[in-house]
């Protein structure tokens, strides 16, 4: 099977690691694949979509990327910085004010370059893809010639940054001697789930994938990604037979709400660090890895050994909110 092209940008393979201790603990064996670590500026899982969506827009002729997210979105941030390393624009359409402290991936935003346009939270919901195709109009009368990469690069083109990412762990697994018999996620925007499931298919592998959605519920996001996984495949002409009920997404873990903490999120993730050195972020891995472990205690994993879990970054995503919530 024939997938898109893409350019190379992310540090691959990214390291797979047990976590020895928490595997003791749960009485699983709890590995994590290290995509915090697919670069610096670029860091975290949406390098590997906008390889493919860069590529896209480069092959269009484009100078400048549009994209949108919440004020402390990874992905503005690595499109920012992506766009940078080209040569090319980046112009941001943020949900938030810019009286808010400057910190985390919006100071990057800034030293990277990126135009920004702040927005409602309205405005963000109802109309984020009218604003970003008028940026587009205002900058060709400037001479530019803009694409546009939707929220979180979660569509067709993007997710197949984690078809290609499941067929890295494949090679992984051979390499380590190890078979993974659930692979588990963060789910934000769908895309990251879609890639891995798709790519999961297509090599006839048998391991579940799980994601654990970190706003939204279940329903949508199985909806989001049987729509992903339909759009995949005008790229490859392979449709797969899928349906609702195979696209396993874990709700109750949003807690408070998106990019919102609560003590035990944070205590969680302070508690694995100590006992790990691995950190993750409050928005989606924190929240994703809690999730599985609540899980797994409750016997909801008594199918599974092997856990792969994907650290999907978002370190720059601390904020003060958060932080204040550190013991
Ligand atoms: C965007 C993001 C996710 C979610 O991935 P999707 O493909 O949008 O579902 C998970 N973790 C981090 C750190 C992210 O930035």
Known sequence: MEIPKFIKIANLPTKIEKLERLSKELGKNIYIKRDDQTGSEVSGNK?????????EAIDNNSDYLITCGGI??????????????????????????????????????????????????????????EIMENIKLELGKKGHRAYIIPEGASN?????????????????????????????????SGGTYAGLYYGNYINENLAKIYGINVCDNSEFFKNRVLELLEEMSQYTNVKIPVNKENINIIDGYVGLGYALSQ?????????????????????YTGKAMYGLVEEIKKGNFKEHNNILFIHTGGLFGWSGEQIGLVK
Do not use: C, W
């Open 263 to 283: 003590k035990e999120e944070i205590e969680f993730i302070q508690s694995l660090a100590k006992l790990e050195g691995i950190v993750l972020d409050p928005v």
């Open 47 to 55: 390098i590997r979509k906008l390889e493919f969506a860069v590529k």
């Open 72 to 129: 402390q979105s990874n992905h503005a941030r690595a499109t920012a910085a992506v766009a940078a390393k080209l040569g090319m624009g980046s112009y941001l359409v943020l949900r938030g004010k810019e009286d808010n402290e400057i910190e985390g991936n919006l100071f990057l935003d800034k030293i990277l370059g990126a135009n920004i346009k702040f927005v409602t939270p309205e405005e963000y919901k109802n109309h984020r893809k």
């Open 156 to 188: 067709g083109i993007g997710s197949f940054g984690y078809y290609k990412a499941m067929e890295e762990i494949l090679k992984q697994e051979e390499e380590l001697g190890i078979k993974f018999d659930a692979i588990a996620m963060a789910v934000g």
